[in-house]
């Protein structure tokens, strides 16, 4: 997390960063600074490169043009009907993936992981469905694990995409919070969304149409 001389420095810098696909241009010109301990919102129309955006800032798109510096930890979180029903594995499991960063994959976790896991586990609500199969679990149950499994990550800077797009109430309100929580501590949050009540909670909300930042 970040200490106090780099306080005030972007956890993420993009300078004129343009990413086409086939000669196609999904995002545009961006110059964008993530700055520590803030929730950013990124919004607008289908296909205006908000996702992209979110790989570009990932580091996991490569840039057509610009440039991207981003020298803190990033975790990132998917939207849950990206992920498979099929996995095998336990909330448990889900949430312990976020600690791989720290030790080998599969490996038994540390304390320190397994602490960092029950946390994540505790802030999300889902500390009772944590022996359940991960598929087993209904749409808010599997996001919220998702997030969980982000916080286990111990990121300076967590990418969400979607995070509460038709989900019940109680786990919009859950994850909005565990999000507000996180930048209270320092984390920086980037969101892809379209929901009015996180574009609410954000610090500053990115617009994007057709590729390039309009404020
Ligand atoms: N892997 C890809 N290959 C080709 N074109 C792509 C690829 N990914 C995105 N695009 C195109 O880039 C543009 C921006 O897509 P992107 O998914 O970033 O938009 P978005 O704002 O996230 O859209 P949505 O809200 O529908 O998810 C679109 O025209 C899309 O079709």
Known sequence: MSDTRSERQPVARLRGVSVEFSGRV??????????????????????????????????????????????????FVPQRTAVSDRLPLTVRDVVSVGAWGRIKPWRRLDTA???????????LGITDQASRPFAALSGGQRQRALLAQGL????????????????????????????RAEAHRGVSIACVSH???????????????????TR
Do not use: F, Q, Y
């Open 152 to 179: 286990a990550c111990r990121a300076d800077l967590l990418l969400l995409d979607e995070p509460t797009t038709g989900l019940d109430t109680a786990s919009g309100d859950r994850i909005r919070t565990v999000m």
């Open 26 to 75: 999904a995002i545009a010109g961006v110059d964008l600074d993530v700055m520590p301990g803030v929730v950013m919102a990124i919004a607008g129309p289908n296909g205006a490169g908000k996702s992209t955006l979110l790989e570009v800032i990932a580091g996991t798109r490569p840039l057509s043009a610009g440039t991207r510096v981003a020298t803190r930890a990033i975790g």
């Open 195 to 213: 929901d009015p009540l996180v574009l609410d909670i954000a610090d500053h909300v990115v617009h994007l149409v057709d590729g390039r930042m």
């Open 113 to 123: 992981s397994r602490h960092a896991v029950d946390d994540a586990l505790d802030r």
